[in-house]
Each structure stands twice: as C-alpha cells, then as structure tokens.
C-alpha cells in the first residue's frame, strides 16, 4: 500500500466517525412528545390535609366517603364509620401517582380502556364542597396479559385527567381501592361481648332447638338451662359460643331504605346475653344473604365490673361502648362463618351419645 492510498483511507475514516457521530447525537436529542410529562405527579398539588371527602362514581353505583366532625363517614350508609386508615391510604397513594406513560387517543380507545362514561370517576373535594382533583380510572394495565384478567391485580392503570381527555396516561398503581361498594370502605369494627354470664338462642321452630346456657361465675362451667337427665353439655361447644359472641366483626351495612320484611329481620333468630359486667347485648339474625347474615344489636346496661382489674376494665369498656351502642341505627351484614358456633341447635351442643355395636 503507497502512501497515496494509505492517506485515501485516513480520510474516509474520519468522515465515517464524525457521520457516525452526528448519527448518535441526532437519536440522542429525539425524545417523546410527552417525556416533560413523564415521572411527574398525576394529580399536581392535592394536599392530604385539604381533603374533606372523596366521590367515586361508576355507570351504576356511587359512594361518597366524607369527613364530619374529625371522622370518615360514608354517606350512602347513612354516615356508617369509615375505615380511617383505608382512607388516608387512598389519599396518600393519589397524592404520589406518577405519569408512566402518555398518549394520544381517539374515541374508540377511549371506550376501550373505560376512559369515558364507562370508568371510574373519583374526585377529591375541599371543604368548600369545591373538586380539588379529579381523574377518571380506566381498564387495569398490565406488562403481560395475565389469564385472567379480572381477577388479576394488575401492574397499574390507565387514566385519563378532565382537562386532556383525549390523552390516556398510565400510572404504577391499579388503584383497587378505587371501589363503590361500602364493604370496601367501612370500618369492620363490631361489638364484644366479653365475659359472658348468660347466653340464649331461640330459634324459629321453637324450644327443640333453642337453648340457654349460664354459668356463676368467669371460670365457672357452662349449665344448660332446663337440661334433661339424658341431655349433658359439651363444655367445649359452650365455650366456643361464647367466645365466638366476644368479637363480632362486620362485613358490610345495608342501605338505610332496607326492609325487615326483605332482610329477615321481622322474623330473626334472637341471641340474648348478660355480662359478669353488667351488660346485656340483644343480637338478631336475619337472612343470609351470599356468605353473610342479615343483623342487628342492642346493647343495654351500665358497665359495672368487679375484681382486681375492674378499674381498668370500665376504662375499655367505656371507650368503645359509644362506638357498639351506636350500631342500633343501623341493619349490619356479618360474616356466615364467625357465626357457626351461635347458631347451632340445641342437639348440636350437647355431647354425642355412644352408639352400642351388637
């Protein structure tokens, strides 16, 4: 090779790293149309301490979770106690949604993700009644179609915000407290009633299958009341009565327009109990309706425990007594299966006979 030629191929190798060069640093100053928008907050500038309720609106449920006198109520339940923490947590992951992605739709996309009339509106309002923020929720996104795709959980969602609705956005969170039904949103705080005295359960069909159990005292054992000589309690399905009417937890409460006729409660299955502290707790019974019972309860008396620790015992019972006395107002749904220790019949609790083999 001369060094003619050697000089040729010195050249066209500059020109092909500078070409080369000007290649990478063109594709490096293309970036999205939208990149300014991308990592930046979804709802600017909503505030957690300005928050006084929170709308959410499907095509056919609504559910109004407010703030009145320092407490969350839900307003289509008649103000029914709102879990606290699931709605500071809702407010809170609002606050830190962040743009994941940012696109240009039309009408059928829109329709298709649930961005339009078929979404999930939310709204978070101030205290003067006025929207502080508000985003329509679409269709869950997910990395890779999952098998099914309800129920999955999903790898965020697809939003839309009212001032560009012709732009879907896609955030890293599915949102899935995002819900209108009210068993998602209250709190399932029921009553306790502890250190049971007395306990009966009159059924339907009458003395054959309804019972009464009392005992003397809190290490005292179980008596069935009215029992044959050929009838003995099981201690063990006593006691699990008992207890199982210590901590009764809800799953939900019924419209405040719900009839008894239509909820059992005309009819119900009546659960009477004293306390050793002096409380007595009526507790009825309705239909069942999917895994859980229509209810209602009573609580009447005034707390008067005795014993060494009775000082700090009225303390706890005076505190939450308020919250218990104040579920009279309204028609409660509980689980099924907290419930299958009470509601047993009378044969059921006693203890099963030998049969002879001949």
Known sequence: MNSRIAGVLVVLLIALGGGALLVREQQGSRKPADAGVLGQPLLKGLQASEVTAITIRQPKAAITIARKDERWTIAERAGFPADV???????????????????????????????????????????DGKPLARLTAGRKYFKSEPENA?????????????????????????LLQASTHSADWISKAGFAAEKVKTMEVRHHDGAASSWKIERSGDNADWKLAGARSDEKLDSSKANAASYSLSLI??????????????TGLDKPLVVTATTLDGLNYTFKLGKLSGDNYYASVTIAGAPKPEGKDAEERLKKINERLPREQALAAYTLLVPKAKLEDIIKKRADLLVKKEVKKK
């Open 150 to 174: 309800e129920k999955a959980n999903g790898d965020g969602r697809y939003v839309a915000l009212p001032d560009d609705e012709q732009r879907v956005l896609v955030v890293a969170d599915p």
């Open 249 to 262: 937890e809800l799953a939900d409460v019924a419209p405040a327009d719900a009839k008894p006729e239509d």
């Open 85 to 127: 923490d699931k709605v500071r947590e809702f407010v809170v992951k609002a606050i830190a949604l962040k743009i994941g992605q940012s696109e240009s739709v039309g009408e059928k996309d829109r329709a298709r993700l649930l961005l339009d009339a078929g979404g999930t509106a939310i709204e978070f309002l101030g205290v």
